[in-house]
Each structure stands twice: as structure tokens, then as C-alpha cells.
């Protein structure tokens, strides 16, 4: 059982940055893959970034790549998404996920565990 808590959500201007983080409670936290996704007003949850076990491997949506950075610290048990240049479409809420299987999966249906999210709000 993995239990996961974001944090580091808010309302930004378009242009500026914010970091989530994610803590991680319970065993083998290297032992999962971790994904984070967001889900805007009306729309479909959708894949944001991924980050591999060991942390070797990332993988992000065509939309934010070069902007978001996910980084993990496994003796902290937690993995962070660092995000740039924000835009309006970036507002969404934000889950942080652990999945078991694959390298730097991208379905939601691949996660296991899912944190209760963290809202992200970008102003024009």
C-alpha cells in the first residue's frame, strides 16, 4: 500500500513557475514507477510527465516538454515536478501516481495508487 500527498499547487501568472511535490508513506517507494497527470475543467485526466525507478528515465507530453522538469528522491520518499513557463492551459488539477509495472508509463489505467491532487491555476 502506497499513500500519495501533493503539495505546491496555487495561482501563478502565465510566464511564471511553480513545484509540486509529492510525498510517498509506506514500502519500497523505489519499487514504482511515478507519473504525474492533470485533469482541466470538462476534460479527460491526461499524462503530464514519468519518471522510472531508478529515476534514470522520464518521459512528458509533447505539451510540456522543455517547461517541466520531474526529478525523484528516493530516500525522501518523494518525486517533484517542476514547472516553467506556465501557461492558461496548464491550469488543471494535478495527481501524482505510482505504478509498478512498465518504465515511464503514460496510461492512467497502468497506476496503482493516485494522490488526492493539487489544483494549478494559470492566469492570463
Known amino acids: 500500500q502506497v499513500q500519495l500527498v501533493e503539495s505546491g499547487g496555487g495561482l501563478v501568472q502565465a510566464g511564471g513557475s511553480l513545484r509540486l511535490s509529492c510525498s510517498a508513506s509506506?514500502?519500497?517507494?523505489?519499487?514504482?514507477?511515478m507519473g504525474w497527470f492533470r485533469q482541466a475543467p470538462g476534460k479527460e485526466r491526461e499524462f503530464a510527465a514519468a519518471i522510472s525507478k531508478s529515476g534514470g528515465s522520464t518521459d512528458y507530453v509533447d505539451s510540456v516538454k522543455g517547461r517541466f522538469i520531474i526529478s525523484r528522491d528516493n530516500a525522501k520518499n518523494t518525486v517533484t515536478l517542476q514547472m516553467n513557463s506556465l501557461k492558461p492551459e496548464d491550469t488543471a488539477v494535478y495527481y501524482c501516481?505510482?505504478?509498478?509495472?512498465?518504465?515511464?508509463?503514460?496510461?492512467?489505467?497502468?497506476?496503482?495508487?493516485w494522490g488526492q491532487g493539487t489544483q494549478v491555476t494559470v492566469s492570463s
Open positions: 509506506g514500502r519500497l517507494f523505489s519499487s514504482y514507477n
Open positions: 501516481a505510482a505504478a509498478q509495472f512498465g518504465l515511464v508509463p503514460k496510461l492512467p489505467a497502468l497506476y496503482k495508487y
